[in-house]
């Protein structure tokens, strides 16, 4: 199957600062690519849709100025959670939709990012 | 608007034995649906999908999952457990009206515990 690319898996940050998190397909191309948060036990929560060449699209709740989205490329996109606190810490998955496959496609998921804020 | 459940947070099964993971959805339209699978601290690995044609759908790892529009169903189900098929099990629904940007609903999860 598509492979999606996340990095860092794991980054220890402290509180302030800021840290970006990189989602790769490597072997498609996404015109649409998703960022989750999820809690230990829980669900995935959507935070926004990330689409190439345009604004993010975020949830209701999530603070846009707080999680940066950029979808500069096809096969790229980035979350920067700035001025990062103790409560962002969490583990951020990204996906991605072959944009080939549209609508039926299932989505390719990136292996996550753990994200401690001390 | 778009939901899924799943009604059981936690499913035990002995080894060998038939598992099944419930899901029930709701979406104005006809839907796409979806099983992935969680293992820790890991991302969702892609199980399987129905999008049109027959209502048994098979997988990866020897899972199936049957679509039953009537009772607004896709259930997970294997004829012979692993323990290593021990996982958080997601459902998820997209209403194919939608234009392919349009997200994925995601159920809250069931923890599938299989002892040996």
């Known amino acids: 199957g598509a492979v999606v690319s996340q990095h860092p898996s794991w980054v220890i940050c402290k509180s302030g600062t800021s840290v970006k998190i990189e989602c790769r397909s490597l072997?498609?191309?996404?015109?649409?690519m998703f960022w989750y948060r999820q809690f230990p036990k829980q669900s995935l929560m959507l935070m926004a849709t990330?689409?190439?060449?345009?604004?993010?699209?975020?949830e209701q709740g999530v603070e846009k100025d707080k999680f940066l989205i950029n979808h500069a490329s096809l096969t790229l996109s980035t979350l920067t959670v700035t001025s990062a606190h103790p409560e962002d810490s969490s583990f951020y998955i990204c996906?991605?939709?072959?944009?080939?496959?549209?609508?039926?496609?299932?989505?390719?998921f990136g292996e996550g990012s753990r994200l401690t804020v001390l | 608007a778009q939901s899924v459940a799943q009604p059981e947070d936690q499913v035990n099964v002995a080894e060998g034995n038939p598992l099944t993971v419930k899901c029930t959805y709701s979406?104005?339209?006809?839907?796409?649906l979806f099983w992935y699978v969680q293992y820790p601290n890991r991302g969702l690995q892609f199980l399987l999908k129905?999008?049109?044609?027959?209502?048994l759908v098979k997988g990866s790892y020897g899972f199936e999952a049957e679509f039953n529009k009537s009772q607004t169903s896709f259930h997970l189900k294997k004829p012979s457990a692993l323990v290593s098929d021990s996982a958080l099990y997601f459902c998820?629904?997209?209403?194919?009206?939608?234009?392919?940007?349009?997200?994925?609903?995601f159920g809250s999860g069931t923890r599938l515990s299989i002892r040996p």
């Open positions: 996906s991605a939709r072959d944009r080939v496959a549209g609508g039926a496609g299932e989505l390719f």
């Open positions: 979406v104005s339209g006809n839907p796409y």
């Open positions: 072997d498609f191309q996404a015109t649409t």
């Open positions: 129905y999008i049109t044609g027959d209502n």
């Open positions: 998820a629904v997209r209403d194919r009206r939608y234009s392919s940007a349009s997200k994925i609903i």
């Open positions: 990330s689409n190439e060449g345009s604004k993010a699209t975020y």
